[in-house]
């Protein structure tokens, strides 16, 4: 959990008091970072509760009506966009009398009778930039960056096998129907790829090698108990192993295609507000937090991308 504090514009001091007819009040946010989200109502609301006291906060964007809206990146795999406060803009800071409030309090047409509002501070100046960054990984054991085979700083350049798939997005980078991650890129789980398994010593490591034990047939094509796109599972001497991994046995059955390749999407949906004035206090730039994940359809957070054989 991180606490979010008003900022003065001293920076000096991270709470705020104010004289109310001879009252102190003292008001410090202390929600959860993660927020969530309300579609269906003409706008999108962004909102944060928490009990005990019973707060929340909340931005009203007029102009956005789905969350697919924001979810949709540009080639660079990013949205941004800033969106003026206005009287149909708002953020607003409330406080109940509750000593609990529901789940679905933002999200009802109909506002709940049973909820009793004590303060409600508006701020209808200032703006809010919402930034979406989507990362898409192959889950293959080695990090994006380190799949820039051509060191030009440009990853979508690196297709070891030709299949159309970049290495970054390709779950076997050298199309020998054997998961990279299966091929022991990284045996010891340093980080260092540099003792990445090399079956036949030939400088190449397996996860980059189309023909891993050497034996002059492609690993792909060292299928013949079962032709499903897996050598793994075709094993002649049970001692030593599969036979894409002995150079003994070269049995060959020629691949026709690629396994399937799945990759995950993760949406990073971050919510900044800037120069706001409740009226009781104002700030210049508060990090309302991230969107909860489980508000994104699950639909969306895996693709299944389709290699092209040669």
């Not at 060191?151 to 970049?166: H, M, V, Y």
């Not at 290495?167 to 022991?184: A, F, H, K, Q, S």
């Not at 094509?221 to 049970?238: F, G, L």
């Not at 909860?292 to 389709?306: A, V």
């Amino acid at each position: 959990m991180r606490k979010i504090f008003f900022i003065l514009t001293t920076l000096s001091l991270l709470t705020y008091s104010a004289c109310d007819d001879g009252d102190v009040i003292t008001v410090e946010f202390d929600f959860d970072d993660e927020y969530a989200v309300c579609e269906g109502t003409g706008s999108l609301v962004f909102y944060k509760t928490k009990n005990d006291p019973s707060e929340s906060l909340s931005v009203r964007i007029s102009e956005l009506s789905s969350l697919s809206e924001i979810l949709a990146i540009g080639d660079d795999n990013v949205y941004e966009e800033t969106f003026s406060l206005s009287s149909t803009n708002a953020f607003n800071y409330r406080t109940y009398s509750n000593a609990s409030l529901p789940n679905d309090l933002f999200c009802n047409d109909i506002p709940n009778s049973e909820v009793k509002i004590t303060n409600d501070y508006e701020a209808t100046s200032g703006s809010v930039t919402i930034r979406t960054v989507l990362t898409e990984d192959d889950n293959d054991g080695i990090p994006a960056e380190l799949e820039d085979i051509n060191a030009n700083g440009d990853l979508t350049d690196d297709d070891t096998d030709g299949d159309g798939i970049p290495n970054y997005l390709d779950l076997d980078d050298d199309g020998d129907n054997i998961r990279t991650i299966d091929e022991n890129p990284d045996p010891n789980g340093d980080g260092n790829f540099d003792d990445a398994q090399d079956t036949d010593g030939d400088g190449i490591p397996d996860y980059l090698d189309a023909d891993d034990d050497g034996d002059g047939v492609n690993t792909r094509d060292e299928e013949n108990e079962s032709q499903d796109n897996n050598p793994a599972n075709d094993i002649t001497n049970p001692d030593v192993g599969a036979d894409y991994l002995n150079p003994e046995v070269s049995t060959t059955v020629a691949a026709t295609s690629y396994r399937a390749h799945n990759i995950t999407k993760t949406y990073t949906v971050t919510l900044t507000v800037f120069d706001i004035d409740l009226g009781v206090i104002s700030y210049d730039v508060l990090e309302f937090g991230t969107l909860d994940d489980s508000e994104i359809s699950s639909s969306l957070k895996t693709e299944t991308l389709s290699p092209v054989f040669n």
